[in-house]
């Protein structure tokens, strides 16, 4: 079991930039695939990125792809998303997502753990 707490969220004009920090509990953080979700009101949570245990294969929603980069640190137990050029259609809760198993990373009901959400802001 794993458990995942994200920070770095906040308010940034557009264009700005943002990294998303999401810190894993437990000693067997490696073996997790992680993603990052987005919800804004009113709206369904949304994949925006996933990457592979060992960081080497990583996979982007179109809307975020050139602009925001996931990468994992598995000395540290924790996986960013640096987030550029941001816009005010990025603004919503992002959501840090752990599992264990393959399967298709893009959709939320694959993820068994999910943190409490960091709220990104983007002004126009």
């Known amino acids: 079991q794993v458990q995942v707490v994200e920070s770095g969220g906040g308010l940034v004009q557009a264009g700005g930039s943002l990294r998303l920090s999401c810190a894993a509990s437990g000693r067997t953080f490696s073996s997790y695939v992680m993603g990052w979700f987005r919800q804004a009101p009113g709206k369904e949570r949304e994949f925006v990125a996933h990457?592979?245990?060992?960081?080497?294969?990583?996979y982007y929603a179109d809307s975020v792809k050139g602009r925001f980069t996931i990468s994992r640190d598995n000395a540290k137990n924790t996986v960013y998303l640096q987030m550029n050029s941001l816009k005010p259609e990025d603004t919503a809760v992002y959501y840090c997502?752990?599992?264990?198993?393959?399967?298709?990373?893009?959709?939320?009901?694959?993820?068994?753990?999910w943190g409490q959400g960091t709220q990104v802001t983007v002004s126009s």
């Open positions: 997502a752990a599992v264990p198993r393959f399967g298709d990373a893009t959709t939320p009901n694959l993820y068994d753990y």
């Open positions: 990457i592979s245990r060992s960081g080497y294969i990583t």
